[in-house]
C-alpha cells in the first residue's frame, strides 16, 4: 500500500494550494480519509477528515477556507486550502483507516508528506 501525496508549494497569505494524495494498493472508497499536519517542534495535528459513509470534519482552525473531498474515480483525495494563513505552514499528510475519525490512532497508512509554507 502506498499513500503519494502532492500539491505543496511556497504561497503568500490568502492564496490557495490544491493536495492531492494518489492510492496504490487500496481503494479509497473503502475507507475513510484525512489530512493531518505537523509543524516544526509540534505534534501532529488532525485538519480535516471524509468518513467512509460521507461525512466531513474539519478542525476549528481551518473550517470554512479548507474543503476535503474525493474522486473515487482517479482514487485520490484532495484538500483544497483557501485563504492561507503563516499558521497553515505544515508538512500535511494524507492518511486512510477502517476507523477513520479525528484521531490519528483511526489511521492505518500514511502518505509520505507534503509541505506547505505560507509567507507574509
Known amino acids: 500500500v502506498q499513500l503519494q501525496a502532492s500539491g505543496g508549494g511556497l504561497v503568500q497569505a490568502g492564496g490557495s494550494l490544491r493536495l492531492s494524495c494518489a492510492a496504490s494498493g487500496i481503494f479509497f472508497n473503502n475507507y475513510g480519509v484525512a489530512w493531518l499536519r505537523q509543524a516544526p517542534g509540534k505534534e501532529r495535528e488532525f485538519v480535516a477528515a471524509n468518513s467512509w459513509g460521507g461525512r466531513t470534519y474539519y478542525a476549528d482552525s481551518v473550517k470554512g477556507r479548507f474543503t476535503i473531498s474525493r474522486d473515487n474515480a482517479k482514487n485520490t483525495v484532495l484538500l483544497q486550502m483557501n485563504s492561507l494563513k503563516l499558521e497553515d505552514t505544515a508538512v500535511y499528510y494524507c492518511?486512510?483507516?477502517?476507523?477513520?475519525?479525528?484521531?490519528?490512532?483511526?489511521?492505518?497508512?500514511w502518505g509520505q508528506g507534503t509541505q506547505v509554507t505560507v509567507s507574509s
Open positions: 492518511a486512510a483507516g477502517f476507523q477513520g475519525g479525528v484521531n490519528r490512532e483511526g489511521y492505518d497508512y
